[in-house]
Structure formats: C-alpha cells, structure tokens
C-alpha cells in the first residue's frame, strides 16, 4: 500500500488523469458498479469511491500477488451480494457488540491491511477540508468492500492469500 500511496503521491496532474483513464479501460466493470451505485449519492461521494478504488487496483498492481485482470460484473455482483451479507451480520450485532462484531470480523477478512486504509482514509478530511458523516462513509466503505472483495476473488483460489501481507 505504501509503494502505490509513493508512487501516487508523485503524479503530476496530467499523470493522474492519465492513470484514472488507464484505471478505467482496464477495470470498466468496477467503474460502472461504483458510478451506477453513486450516482444518487453526489459528486464527492462518488469521486471518493473511484479514487479509493484506482488506489486499491494500484495496489494491486503493484504487489507481487496482485493481478490486473480485467473483473467481469458477475464477479462484482458475487462481491456485492457478499458485502450486504456481511452488512447485515454487523447490523445485527447490538449496539454495545458493535465496535467489537466490525473488529473481529475485519481480522478475519481476507484483506484487513486494505479495509484499515479505507478505514483510515474515510477517517480524514477530505481535500476541501470537509469531513464525511457516518451515513457518507458507510456508503463509501460498502463500495471499497465490494471493490476489494472482487479483486480478492481473483488473486487466486488460495482463502490465505492476501494482497497485502503484513511486511509489506
């Protein structure tokens, strides 16, 4: 995560336009699900989702583990279906089991490393110095697990292999 977030960090802005482009050739089915399930949510919510998703898919690029492959929709609409899943679970964990239900079942999570920085990104505020509501960020976050679940499914058979190893 830290070689992509370096590497991010150093585009100039014709660079960066060039990676979104890049980023949206190579992965159209993950940008039509993150535009199609935005779009009533507003400009920066969807930006967001496709900014954290571009980082995720340049992770992946550039990990060793990681594939490029191009994610077909049934693989987003597995993933999908997978995140309302596991929303539904920590929903239904009561209030005082919460923090403690959402803890234990990101351990076990096939990419904790990923979902602690979305986690810590939708944590700070934004460019415009603007910050998320409970209700933004838990949209944002359901798209990014959806996002890293499909690139999971296809770094390989292997339930204990991981994009992002711990040394990394």
Not at 87 to 96: H, K, P, Q
Request: overall charge negative; charged content about 30%; glycine content about 4%.
């Amino acid at each position: 995560m830290e070689k992509a977030c370096s590497e991010v960090g150093r585009y100039t802005d014709e660079q960066m336009a060039g990676e979104f482009d890049r980023f949206f050739q190579a992965q159209p089915a993950v940008c039509e699900f993150i535009v199609e399930l935005t779009h009533e949510s507003g400009q920066k919510i969807q930006e967001l989702s496709l900014f954290l998703s571009y980082m995720i898919f340049k992770t992946v690029e550039v990990s060793d583990s990681g594939s490029t492959v191009s994610i077909q929709p049934e693989e987003i609409e597995a993933a999908y279906r997978e995140t309302e899943s596991w929303m539904t679970r920590v929903s239904e964990a009561r209030d005082t089991e919460l923090h403690e239900a959402i803890v234990r079942s990101l351990e076990k999570d096939t990419e904790p490393h990923l979902l602690q920085y979305v986690i810590s990104e939708l944590n700070e505020p934004l460019e415009d110095g603007e910050e998320l509501n409970d209700e933004e960020k838990g949209e944002v976050f359901f798209v990014l697990k959806t996002v890293i679940a499909s690139l999971s499914a296809r770094s390989g058979p292997d339930p204990n292999r991981r994009i992002i190893e711990l040394d990394q």
